[in-house]
Structures are given as structure tokens and as C-alpha cells.
């Protein structure tokens, strides 16, 4: 069974930083594609930034050049490393992959003041 566990959510004033976390069980780990998704209130869940195996990333326009998507493939963990946070970055942020169907983590709230 696919598990996935975000931590690392908080209360952030706007220019800080936040690092999440998700751990991942149940899966080839090193051969997952895993994917960071945020849905802010009554919004959309939105694609953040995605990192393959072997270590190629990718984002969204708007977190370009502020997150960093990292993972380590030891511990089966992947990161989000947010700097330069704004408000409009407070959202529900979920880690998500897909073997035999898409799963999702129970997210981890952010919340940036302004």
C-alpha cells in the first residue's frame, strides 16, 4: 500500500522560508517521479514542481527561482525547500505519485502573512 506523509507546513511571515517533506512507503522509490500539488481555499488543486528519478526538475511559473524540489532516494523522502515566500503561496500542499493509479498525501498547510 502507497503511503505518503507531508510535514513541514507552518505560519510563515511573507519573505520567509518553509522546507517540506514527504516521506513514501510502499513503492520502487528511486524509480518514482514525485510531484509537489497545492490547493489554496476554494481554488484548485494546482501542480508546484515535479523532480523524476534521477534528478531532473521542473515548476510552475509562479515558484520559479523561490522552490526547490530535492529528493533522497535513501531515506525515500522528497522536499520542498520555499523561500521567499508570499501570501499567495498559502495553500494545502500535497505530495503526489503515481504507480497503478495517482495518490496523494494528507497535505500540510502553509500559511503566509503578509
Known amino acids: 500500500q502507497v503511503q505518503l506523509v507531508e510535514s513541514g507546513g507552518g505560519f510563515v511571515q511573507a519573505g520567509g522560508s518553509l522546507t517540506l517533506s514527504c516521506s513514501a512507503s510502499?513503492?520502487?522509490?528511486?524509480?518514482?517521479?514525485m510531484s509537489w500539488y497545492r490547493q489554496a481555499p476554494e481554488m484548485m488543486r494546482d501542480w508546484v514542481a515535479v523532480?523524476?528519478?534521477?534528478?531532473?526538475?521542473n515548476y510552475r511559473n509562479a515558484v520559479k527561482g523561490r522552490f526547490t524540489i530535492s529528493r533522497d532516494d535513501a531515506k525515500n523522502t522528497v522536499y520542498l525547500r520555499m523561500d521567499n515566500l508570499k501570501p499567495e503561496d498559502t495553500a494545502v500542499y500535497y505530495c503526489?505519485?503515481?504507480?497503478?493509479?495517482?495518490?496523494w498525501g494528507q497535505g500540510t498547510q502553509v500559511t503566509v502573512s503578509s
Open positions: 503526489s505519485t503515481i504507480t497503478t493509479t495517482r495518490f
Open positions: 510502499g513503492l520502487d522509490f528511486i524509480s518514482q517521479t
Open positions: 523532480i523524476a528519478s534521477g534528478g531532473v526538475t
